[in-house]
């Protein structure tokens, strides 16, 4: 298989919690690696092209267009594609030039308004804003079990189920009631069975819920797993481990270590840096109390 047959069709995806605070960092930061929210016009031609079940000889009989040509501008190694080339590759896959140039996300012209999709003033804004990623979420809608998903919030919040759920309580607790007022028993395991089953209505919707984004998740990010822009989880730890083993052994005080591998971390290329800017660095980091706190302390207290 043609290594530009690598399939390109889903590009960023983002993390969340407490890491999520600094990769959130870097989805705000210019779309960072950490967030694609489009497809460069290389991956869009690999992917018509794979959607048309095509190979890269077939797509060069049928536009004209050098094999290797087409190669380089799939791998986006030539940005400048002239106007005719991309009017032969639009008419090809049937999509238009704004397309292909990454003007339009609608392979299709669609004649819908805003108006029949019937969206809030507020949810126009925040899908205009650019703050989220549209793909992502154009993904997460178009997900196969997100109709699901859909039905289950929709079951919970115009409280179609709840009075079944209530009724079903009553029921459970009238015969529990009923049992204590005939028999007297303790605690058994029939009075446990009895209450055990009674239903929280927002845990149970709550577990439901989270079952159906979870499912949809695992299968985006396993769609994700391969793309530019994500990291196997394991990958970043022993590259880490692996430079700290290497810098441990050049000269320098711990601090400038230290910093060294801050740089790291931030993608910063310590070694680029100039005397000027390395002692300016070292100088600032010295207020940081973390790094204040791994430094020897001796001498600084006075005697008793």
Excluded at 105 to 122: P, R, T, V, Y
Aim: glycine share 6%; charged share 30%; proline share 2%.
């Amino acid at each position: 298989m043609d290594e530009t047959d690598m399939c390109s069709k889903h590009r960023g995806i983002r993390s969340f919690d407490p890491i999520r605070q600094v990769e959130y960092g870097k989805i705000k930061n210019n779309g960072g690696e950490a967030m694609q929210t489009k497809l460069t016009t290389g991956e869009r031609l690999t992917d018509l092209r794979r959607e048309h079940n095509l190979t890269l000889e077939q797509v060069s009989e049928q536009t004209g267009i050098v094999k290797s040509t087409l190669s380089n501008y799939e791998n986006d190694k030539k940005p400048d594609i002239n106007l005719g080339a991309l009017e032969k590759l639009a008419a090809l896959y049937g999509v238009g030039v704004d397309y292909l140039l990454g003007l339009t996300e609608n392979k299709k012209h669609s004649k819908i308004g805003l108006a029949d999709l019937h969206l809030s003033d507020d949810a126009v804004d925040v899908l205009s804003s650019g703050k989220i990623n549209n793909r992502l979420l154009s993904e997460l809608i178009t997900h196969p079990e997100f109709a699901r998903l859909m039905a289950d919030m929709e079951i919970y919040v115009d409280g179609i189920v709840s009075m079944q759920i209530r009724n079903m309580n009553s029921l459970l607790e009238s015969a529990r009631a009923a049992i204590l007022e005939k028999y007297h028993p303790k605690e058994d395991n029939t009075l446990l069975t009895l209450k055990a089953a009674q239903i929280d209505e927002d845990e149970y919707f709550a577990r439901v819920v989270s079952d159906d984004v979870e499912r949809i998740l695992k299968e985006l990010k396993q769609d994700h797993s391969k793309d530019q822009g994500s990291v196997a989880a394991d990958a970043a730890a022993p590259s880490l481990k692996e430079y700290i083993e290497s810098i441990s052994e050049t000269e320098g005080s711990d601090f400038q270590k230290w910093i060294m591998i801050f740089c790291k971390q931030i993608h910063l290329p310590y070694n680029k840096l100039t005397d000027t800017e390395k002692r300016w660095l070292i100088q600032i980091s010295r207020k940081s109390n973390l790094l204040k706190s791994g430094t020897s302390q001796r001498g600084k207290h006075p005697r008793k």
